[in-house]
């Protein structure tokens, strides 16, 4: 079975929230702040008059499927998905990245069961993105209680609004990040602007050849203007090795990592564990994949990692990836197998990636 990550599979990512969190206009800022990469976007409305559609209809042109009247969650099987990911995944629509944006009514437990369940070629799944309002969340909880269930599956949570909530939205930063998973990123946001990094690889404004290098992994765009935003940096991290990593030390690392620490991306070498394949690592909040790939012919053997966060302690997480090196000339013959857990194909079956996904 052929467990490698093709070049054509495209991340895609559920964009969640109740009714009024701010989802499109999330979507609408990554639209045009998507560093160069070309987004596809599903977008899911409820109702006979597709307003999400047409708010993010003239960003997208021809690169939005609407699916109207109705929530994608309710569809009969994958297929129906399948169809709508095949218009956008396709190599000539040259997308780098898809986004559901979810009906405000819409289970997005279902939706991410449907795309682990997607028998489509061309797509990976990307994690779950969670919207939440901080004005109105206390009100919108009294009324969906559901909502504590969904924070506890997201991945990354968007506490949106925050400049409309009393004393700064520090009250429901704390509620949320109590309802989350441990794991989970929780993100502060006025307007839907946050960084497109924490989602999916900004690919580089010039055109680009073969794979990512890690200068384009590590491109951060300082001169973006952040006008509005809570924050006044995200911190950022470069890790490079040429002494491969242990895989048991790695993934203690991994399932240990720390509050604010939003986003890992890189190339991994494992040395004698597999020296046929380096490992390219997507983590977001808890939600964590590695995609086996054939090293580059000719190329230096690296470990390669980019760490995103705000308020992370570079030095100590440094300290820590460095722990994670080894020279030890034979491999554990069970070293691989945390790591091997977070590489889609090697479940069982979809029930059992659902519960997996998650570090």
Request: charged letters at 25%; one cysteine or more; a negative charge.
């Amino acid at each position: 079975m052929e467990h490698r990550r093709s070049p054509q599979q495209i991340p895609v990512v559920v964009l969640a929230g109740f009714l009024g969190s701010g989802k499109t206009t999330l979507l609408n800022h990554l639209l045009h702040r998507s560093g160069g990469s070309r987004i596809g976007a599903i977008v899911n409305d409820f109702g006979t008059i597709e307003i999400d559609a047409m708010a993010v209809a003239g960003a997208l042109g021809d690169s939005t499927v609407s699916l109207g009247n109705g929530c994608l969650c309710c569809a009969v099987d994958a297929s129906e998905l399948d169809d709508y990911l095949e218009r956008l995944a396709g190599p000539a629509a040259g997308v780098d990245v898809i986004v559901i944006e979810a009906s405000g009514l819409a289970e997005p437990e279902e939706l991410v069961r449907m795309l682990l369940a997607s028998e489509h070629p061309g797509i990976v799944y990307g994690g779950l993105v969670e919207v939440v309002d901080a004005a109105e969340f206390d009100a919108t909880r009294a009324k969906h209680p559901e909502i504590d269930r969904h924070l506890a599956l997201a991945d990354l949570v968007v506490v949106n609004k925050l400049d409309r909530a009393e004393q700064g939205g520090e009250r429901v930063l704390g509620l949320v990040r109590s309802l989350g998973d441990p794991g989970a990123a929780v993100v502060p946001a006025t307007y839907g602007r946050i960084d497109p990094e924490f989602l999916f690889d900004c690919r580089p404004g010039e055109e680009r050849v073969g794979q990512l290098s890690f200068d384009d992994l590590h491109t951060h765009r300082d001169g973006e203007n952040h006008a509005g935003h809570l924050h006044t940096r995200y911190d950022s991290l470069s890790f490079v090795s040429g002494r491969p990593l242990d895989p048991r030390r790695l993934m203690a690392f991994l399932d240990s990592r720390p509050e604010g620490l939003y986003r890992i991306k890189g190339y991994v070498d494992f040395g004698p564990h597999d020296s046929a394949n380096r490992y390219a690592v997507h983590a977001v909040g808890r939600f964590l994949r590695f995609y086996p790939e054939p090293w580059p012919r000719g190329g230096e053997r690296l470990t390669q990692l980019v760490l995103i966060g705000s308020g992370i302690d570079g030095a100590a997480l440094r300290k820590e990836l460095d722990a994670c090196t080894s020279d030890a000339p034979h491999a554990d013959e069970h070293g691989m197998w945390g790591v091997l857990r977070y590489v889609q194909g090697l479940e069982e079956g979809p029930e059992e990636d659902f519960e997996a996904y998650g570090s």
